[in-house]
């Protein structure tokens, strides 16, 4: 089992960028996929990017394709979304996915979810 825990979310401006943090207990981190996922209010929760255990092989939902990149830290158990450019509609809680089978690279959640962090995008 995996505990997750994110940060990095805040307010910004429509064009500016932030860096989350998803930070995992325990040993056994490179087993794990990791994803991002959002959800905004009266949506529903949808992928955002995965990465695999080594970190050599990324996805990302088009919507972000080119502002957004996932990244992994495996000797810090922590795993990263750069976020460039941002947009308004970017604005969500944003959440960190483990995954044992590996699904969350092609945009399939894993079993554990972190708490979620809140990112604001202001017009």
């Known amino acids: 089992q995996v505990q997750l825990v994110e940060s990095g979310g805040g307010l910004v401006q429509a064009g500016g960028s932030l860096r989350l943090s998803c930070e995992a207990s325990?040993?056994?981190?490179?087993?794990?996929?990791m994803g991002w996922f959002r959800q905004a209010p009266g949506k529903e929760r949808e992928f955002v990017a995965g990465?695999?255990?080594?970190?050599?092989?990324?996805n990302y939902a088009d919507s972000v394709k080119g502002r957004f990149t996932i990244s992994r830290d495996n000797t810090k158990n922590t795993v990263f979304l750069q976020m460039n450019s941002l947009k308004p509609e970017d604005t969500a809680v944003y959440y960190c996915?483990?995954?044992?089978?590996?699904?969350?690279?092609?945009?399939?959640?894993?079993?554990?979810w972190g708490q979620g962090t809140q990112v604001t995008v202001s017009s």
């Open positions: 996915n483990a995954d044992l089978v590996g699904m969350v690279v092609a945009g399939g959640p894993g079993d554990y």
């Open positions: 325990g040993r056994t981190f490179r087993r794990y996929a």
């Open positions: 990465i695999n255990w080594t970190g050599c092989s990324t």
